[in-house]
């Protein structure tokens, strides 16, 4: 698989469950950053999570990083119909210029 | 919330033309960026621009690509010789080192 790859591709839940989105990647990195894009719009930034960092929490998200396994998961706890959206990870290896690679992204679909 | 903002948010131009992509990224940002999505597709990393200089570039940005920071604020994409394959997404996004990147809305550019 190429560098950030997200799984599942799909995932519908019924909202107020949890939603739980990996990914893995191939070469050391970094940082690692979640995204979300709603169809046909521009991504917005949810998290960023360092190399040296196991787990970090902003609001509803819990994101964690396993770089023994290269590998990262994002939480979304309770979740709503307007969590429906695509969700991206990103890394940033150590490079000049910060270049990400996104992976090809969950598309989540909370049912209400 | 100072976000990036990038115009036009449509394009449409014939094969071989010229375009200008347009972003205004935040105002203390110092890092730049082009990606750009093709329909269906992941997010893929054009060029990253520091201190007035590109900093990394992929194998999309070729000769027929080229950035430019013409003021204080604009930063510009520009295509010499739009091709069929150019058609896609282009998100500009901007950062403080290698912190979190923040992308603009897009602008779709359609080349017939």
């Known amino acids: 698989s190429q560098q950030g790859e997200e799984d599942p591709q799909a995932l519908s839940i019924q909202e107020g469950e949890n939603a739980t989105m990996n990914c893995s990647y191939k070469?050391?990195?970094?940082?690692l950053q979640w995204y979300r894009q709603n169809s046909g719009r521009g991504l917005v930034h949810l998290i960023l999570i360092r190399s040296n960092e196991r787990e970090k929490h902003s609001g509803r998200l819990r994101v964690t990083l396993d770089t023994s396994k290269k590998s990262s998961s994002l939480l979304i706890t309770a979740s709503r119909a307007a969590d429906t959206a695509s969700y991206f990870c990103?890394?940033?290896?150590?490079?000049?210029?910060?270049?990400?690679?996104f992976g090809g992204g969950t598309r989540l679909m909370v049912k209400p | 919330e100072p976000e990036v903002t990038q115009t036009p948010s449509h394009q449409v131009t014939q094969m071989g033309q010229e375009v200008i992509l347009r972003c205004v990224p935040i105002?203390?940002?110092?890092?730049f960026y082009w990606y750009r999505q093709i329909l269906g597709q992941k997010v893929e990393f054009l060029v990253s621009?520091?201190?007035?200089?590109?900093?990394?570039k992929s194998e999309i940005f070729d000769d027929q690509f080229s950035v430019e920071r013409p003021d204080g604020s604009n930063f510009t994409l520009k295509i010499r010789s739009t091709k069929l394959e150019d058609s896609a997404m282009y998100f500009c996004a901007s950062s403080v080192r290698s912190h979190e990147q923040f992308f603009g809305p897009g602008t779709r550019l359609t080349v017939l």
């Open positions: 070469t050391s990195i970094n940082n």
């Open positions: 105002s203390n940002h110092l890092y």
């Open positions: 621009f520091y201190n007035n200089e590109i900093s990394e």
């Open positions: 990103a890394t940033a290896t150590n490079n000049a210029g910060n270049m990400l690679t």
